[in-house]
């Protein structure tokens, strides 16, 4: 009896086929496009993955997003490590990624090793992300000597906020496309599994694309990229002030919850909340 029910146990958890960094790889040799969103708690991670999402990214932009700073800049390791671990526990299919927080990797590849190591150890996480190209070659090579899978990320790279000046779109002169095309070469020959674009134009990502193996996703870089990536909040309409041209909505949350809110705060004032049926 014990037996057959460790077998049914053991084929209903095979039925959950894991996303992996093979996966991508394959879905882009197959031409299947990669979808890849963020999350940081629990919940939402519960649902992205239930809808079958293949990437999540517990993103920097936890920083905007839940804490409400200007920029990246403060979220720090502890903090990605909580939002990291709570995303783990609501997932049973997606790979979920981590950003590497400013300050902890950069100029400092013992650093970045022990950074990547804390966040795979203390989340449970599958694979951190890294924003730069040859600047930061030693921290990648490090981070991947662990046997640790390291996503890239170029074009805008929110950590280096204050070097652009501006959120505008980059590498539209030839030198920085040039140095961007460089870079995306390198980050695959170090071992990176996957680059994310973001706010690049969508002829230079689609040249990326072409001249790499890795899978390339794109965050306002055109159609051509291997997958796609936004902020889950943008997608919702939970956040309000935000509307790049690459963004698309699916949802006004925003003003959904405010009404259901509203309903409520009315519904407790007028006494109608709680009603018979709701109490004991
Ligand atoms: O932190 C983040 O959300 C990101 C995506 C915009 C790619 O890095």
Do not use: W
Not at 109 to 132: D, F, N, Q, T, Y
Not at 227 to 248: A, E, M, S, W, Y
């Amino acid at each position: 009896m014990a037996s057959q029910i460790n077998r049914i146990m053991s084929t209903a958890k095979k039925e959950v086929k894991r996303i992996t960094t093979h996966t991508l790889q394959k879905m882009k040799n197959e031409g299947e496009k990669i979808a890849m969103l963020t999350a940081y708690d629990f919940s939402t991670a519960q649902i992205l993955d239930e809808a079958g999402i293949d990437v999540l990214l517990v993103g920097d932009s936890a920083s905007n997003v839940m804490a409400g700073h200007e920029t990246t800049l403060p979220i720090t390791l502890d903090q990605m490590i909580y939002h990291a671990s709570s995303v783990i526990r609501g997932i049973k299919r997606c790979l979920v990624v981590v950003d590497l927080p400013f300050g902890s990797y950069q100029g400092n590849s013992r650093k970045a090793l022990s950074s990547a190591i804390r966040i795979m150890k203390e989340s449970g996480a599958h694979s951190v992300k890294l924003e730069g190209g040859a600047e930061i070659a030693d921290s990648i090579s490090r981070v991947l000597s662990a046997g640790i899978p390291v996503m890239g990320h170029l074009g805008l790279t929110p950590q280096s906020i204050y070097k652009f000046g501006t959120y505008t779109v980059r590498a539209k002169e030839e030198a920085e496309a040039e140095k961007l095309i460089s870079d995306a070469k390198l980050l695959e020959e170090l071992g990176c599994f996957a680059i994310v674009l973001e706010k690049i134009p969508a002829k230079l990502a689609t040249r990326v694309a072409a001249e790499l193996t890795i899978p390339t996703i794109g965050i306002g870089a055109g159609n051509s990229a291997d997958g796609q990536v936004l902020v889950t909040h943008d997608l919702l309409g939970i956040t309000k002030d935000f509307n790049p041209r690459f963004l698309r909505r699916y949802l006004d949350l925003f003003s959904e919850i405010k009404g259901a809110v509203g309903q409520y705060i009315d519904d407790v004032k007028s006494k109608d909340f709680p009603n018979e049926k709701e109490q004991y």
